[in-house]
Every structure is written in structure tokens, then in C-alpha cells.
């Protein structure tokens, strides 16, 4: 669970709050399966199945919804770093049901097989989920791919990799661009050092949370200890992550050229985590974008803070 959708956990806040003290034990002992129930229950609300596919030596989880009925290509939903599946659930329950929908958790993510000493850059990444299209037969016609921060620079540089495969592309604050300007939080969080530094305690969750969103949810404090021991199993994975997205810096940038899909940009106007300068890069080097939705009041957690204008964003797209 990353602390984006953690932050927005409306429904499992409100089910904490009216639980009898022996569910509170559970949840203090038990935070990761609280975590997996709650995602598990908030994927079948809105019609989604959670499924496996098996594809070389990995083993993808993915959840999906409706049958394809729209006439409409597929849309493939990939999420960000530290997150999971079910972080795009508020843009897709603003969707129409009859679109058929998937949304995978990425290599080492959620439920999908995670290596820890495999490579987690966005070329590899944009390779294993091609693994993934391949073995569930997803490129039989050309489908929409859909990408946010990590995952946006992924679904960049399978464009450029496997043009073939795509009918739209749509890219949130996608990584792998060399921004002009460097985010609010690197130049707060970054000052003395090179590494990404990732929030382990409390309060350094706590801390971070006003630079994932425009205007953060106040929380109490058991929240933030909740958050933490869902994640403290995952650290050593996610920082080894971190560093791997970004090598090269600019492995979107530098592919951008070779990118025709028609592309939708959609981009938080006050993104503390990605600077939005780097949509200057995208304006000068990505020829085939259509449309740029920059949203107002909003940050970096972009399908969370504005599920329905996202929603309406993509539906706008999809019929152009």
C-alpha cells in the first residue's frame, strides 16, 4: 500500500474507527493482512477481479474489469513506485463498466514475483510487462496503455519500444525525464546527498505526506504507525527500486523521439515529487501528443486527489 492511497483510505479509516478493541489487535499485530483485505475489498466494490498470469519466470497479479463490450481498445493500467493495483481504483470506478480495464501490479509490486537482485530500471520493467501483454494475448489489437510517475515512464518507454502494441498512451507525471527544475522535495529532501532517501518512521511518513498531494488528509497518528509496519517488510525492496528507476535519469527522455502513439499528458500543476518543468522536455521532444490536461490544486497523486476529472480526461481521449 503506498501512502498516496494509505492517505485516502477513507473506508478503511472509517471501518478502524467502529471496530471492537479485538479487531484493533489485529490491526496493530497484524497490518499487512488488514492492508490486503482492504484492497481485496476495495478492487470487488467496484467490479474488479483479481487474477494471476503466469508469463517466463514470473508470475504477474493483476485485476480486471468488464468484458470489452464498449468497442473501445483495452485500457492497461500501470501504477507507481511502492504502490500497487488498486491505486488506480478511484479513477476506474469513474469509468464506464463496460470498458474492458486491467490494472497489474508491477514486477516486484503488490502480489506480482519480486527478485530482489533483478533490475528494476524502466527498460526492464517496460520489458517484463511486455512479457505480461504477450502471455495474456493483450497485443491481439492495439490497446490504451496508461502510466503514473514510475509507471508513466515505464508505459513511455514501452511505446517506444513496442509501437506496435498500442492504440493511445496516456502518461501522469511520468519519471525518466531530466527536468529543468528539480522538485520541491529534492531540494528539501536531497540537499546533502545523491540517494532517495525513503520514509521509514512515523513521522518521517508523516513528514512526506504534504509532498505526495496538494492538500493532505489530517491523520492520526496510529495511521501513520499502521502505514509503517505495512511497508517496514518492503523496505529493503523499495529502496533498492528507487535507485534502479533512476538509471539512467532520462530513460524516457532519451526515447521520446521514437514514441507515434497519440499521447495524452496529464500532470498535478503543484507535483512536489515530479517538477512539472518536465513537460517542457515532453512539449519540445514527444510529437505525437494530442491533448494536456494540467490540473489545478492538485499534486502528485493525481488519479487520488482528482478521480473524476481523470476519469473524464481518459473518456475524452479515448473518443477523440
Avoid at 283 to 305: A, F, M, W
Wanted: with cysteine.
Amino acid at each position: 500500500m503506498s501512502l498516496a492511497v494509505a492517505l485516502c483510505a477513507g473506508g478503511l479509516v472509517s471501518l478502524v474507527g467502529s471496530m471492537a478493541a479485538a479487531s484493533v489487535l489485529v490491526l496493530y499485530y497484524k497490518p499487512v493482512l488488514v492492508a490486503q483485505l482492504y484492497i481485496r475489498y476495495s478492487l470487488f466494490k467496484i467490479g474488479m477481479q483479481i487474477k494471476y498470469q503466469k508469463a517466463g519466470d514470473m508470475t504477474f497479479c493483476y485485476a480486471e474489469r468488464g468484458k470489452g463490450t464498449s468497442g473501445k481498445p483495452t485500457m492497461l493500467f500501470l501504477h507507481g513506485f511502492s504502490g500497487s493495483k488498486d491505486m488506480w481504483t478511484p479513477a476506474i470506478k469513474a469509468l464506464p463498466s463496460d470498458i474492458h480495464v486491467i490494472c497489474v501490479d508491477m514486477p516486484g509490486h503488490g502480489d506480482t514475483t519480486r527478485k530482489m537482485k533483478d533490475d528494476y530500471s524502466l527498460v526492464t520493467q517496460a520489458e517484463k510487462v511486455h512479457q505480461f501483454v504477450e502471455a495474456y494475448g493483450l497485443n491481439s489489437s492495439p490497446f490504451h496503455l496508461v502510466g503514473i510517475s514510475m509507471g508513466g515512464g515505464v508505459a513511455g518507454v514501452y511505446a517506444a519500444m513496442y509501437p506496435q502494441d498500442l492504440d493511445k498512451l496516456t502518461l501522469f507525471c511520468p519519471i525518466g525525464i531530466n527536468s529543468p527544475q528539480q522538485s520541491q522535495y529534492a531540494k528539501d529532501m536531497m540537499k546533502d546527498t545523491s540517494e532517495v532517501p525513503l520514509p521509514r518512521t512515523p513521522q518521517e511518513l508523516k513528514n512526506i505526506s504534504s509532498y505526495i498531494m496538494y492538500k493532505c488528509p489530517e491523520m492520526p497518528d496510529w495511521f501513520y504507525k499502521l502505514v509503517a509496519a505495512v511497508r517496514k517488510p518492503d523496505l529493503e525492496f523499495f529502496q533498492h527500486v528507487v535507485e534502479e528507476i533512476h538509471r539512467p535519469i532520462d530513460a524516457l527522455q532519451t526515447r521520446l523521439s521514437k514514441i507515434e502513439t497519440p499521447t495524452l499528458i496529464i500532470w498535478g500543476q503543484y507535483d512536489k515529487l515530479v517538477d512539472i518543468s518536465g513537460l517542457d522536455i515532453l512539449k519540445k521532444d514527444l510529437k505525437s501528443i494530442q491533448h494536456i490536461d494540467i490540473l489545478d490544486k492538485c499534486g502528485h497523486s493525481i488519479v487520488i486527489e482528482r478521480p473524476y476529472r481523470s476519469a473524464k480526461t481518459l473518456m475524452k481521449f479515448v473518443n477523440s
